[in-house]
């Protein structure tokens, strides 16, 4: 049967209204959020506001850097789980999103609220020492710290830090006891350790090396399976005498728990893009980053595999904020 005028009119008048439905379905139609749940200023801020022109780019859409520091990373990780699972709140996390659930009670979410969408960057530690120690390698290190049972004081930015956990998960596999001493930051524990008030240190590749190349330290090894390109000198740790030590903190993109896995792959597609550029590349390998592009899957498997282990150091260690 063939088409009445008043079917014409009808569909004449349907047909704009689908469109408009269908556009307003394509995603990102709208500017999109990224919750960095720590200050500005830190790796997790930088990195995220370093790729953040990129994402741009990817998607079409401004892309809005938002700091909602407080609680370790709680705050903001809480704020992220509850937003509206639509794919327009990001959240741009590192390895701390993994330990919080088993340090602090009632924290406000779990990790399993998130989709993962993709790891980014991972950087190791660096074992760094006192040059007033009387040691010069690892491997005199390892000896000296196991004959001093708990008079060896390592130092960390606080109690629950990746530094504190990286300096337990050491005691337990390498068969030390140093003691812990937590501080309030990264540099109030950088001038101890200069200072002569600790002896030990798990730092980051930048202020290592500098530290290192001036004297003031002595760099040992790094966590990382291998070693890392800003210190090619430095053996790993796992190398050096600890093959089941391989550690890094990483920095990765996941969304509220029912974000449609479209979308999901829409933010996967544009962070890989975001990590091919070469000035992006360029400033992530100078800071010690790793570029660690990855799958959901494989992102969800290292967190799963991650979880379970810090939760065995944290429970084992007695640790609890």
């Known amino acids: ?72 990373g709680a705050i903001g990780a809480r704020a992220a789980a509850r937003s509206n699972p639509d794919g327009y ?13 088993s340090l602090v009670n009632d924290i406000g979410y779990k990790f399993r609220d998130f989709v993962p969408v993709s790891l980014l960057t991972e950087a190791p530690l660096v074992l760094e020492i006192s040059p007033k120690l009387p040691v010069k390698n690892f491997a005199e290190f390892l000896k000296f710290a196991r004959s001093k049972n708990n008079q060896i004081f390592y130092g960390s930015a ?17 068969g030390t006891h140093m003691t812990h001493v937590p501080f309030k930051g990264n540099g109030p524990a950088t001038n101890a350790l200069l200072g002569g008030e600790i002896q030990v240190m798990f730092d980051i590749v930048p202020v290592s090396k500098s530290l290192g190349e001036s004297g003031k330290v002595r760099v040992l090894a790094v966590t990382s399976k291998a070693r890392n390109p800003m210190l090619p000198g430095t053996p790993s740790i796992s190398e050096a005498g600890i093959p089941e030590f391989v550690f890094t903190f990483w920095q990765g993109m996941s969304l509220p728990k029912g974000t449609p896995d479209p979308i999901v792959q829409v933010w996967l597609e544009a962070s890989k893009s975001a990590l091919m550029n070469k000035e992006v590349q360029g400033k992530l390998h100078a800071q010690g980053y790793q570029i660690i592009s990855s799958s959901p899957s494989e992102f969800k498997e290292r967190m799963d595999k991650e979880f379970n282990l810090w939760a065995s150091v944290i429970a084992e260690a007695g640790i609890k904020i």
């Open 89 to 101: 709140t990001m959240l741009f996390h590192s390895s701390t999103l993994i330990v919080q659930p």
């Open 158 to 174: 606080g109690h629950g830090s990746t530094q504190h956990l990286f300096g337990e998960l050491f005691n337990k596999l390498a």
């Open 1 to 72: 049967m063939g088409l009445t005028r008043r079917d014409f009119f009808i569909g004449a008048a349907v047909l704009p209204l689908s469109r408009s439905v269908f556009a307003q379905d394509k995603f990102p139609s709208h500017a999109l959020s990224i919750i960095v749940p720590f200050p500005p200023g830190g790796s997790n801020d930088n990195i995220a506001r370093l790729m953040a022109p990129q994402l741009y780019e990817a998607l079409g859409q401004s892309v809005v850097v938002e700091n909602r520091g407080g609680a370790g």
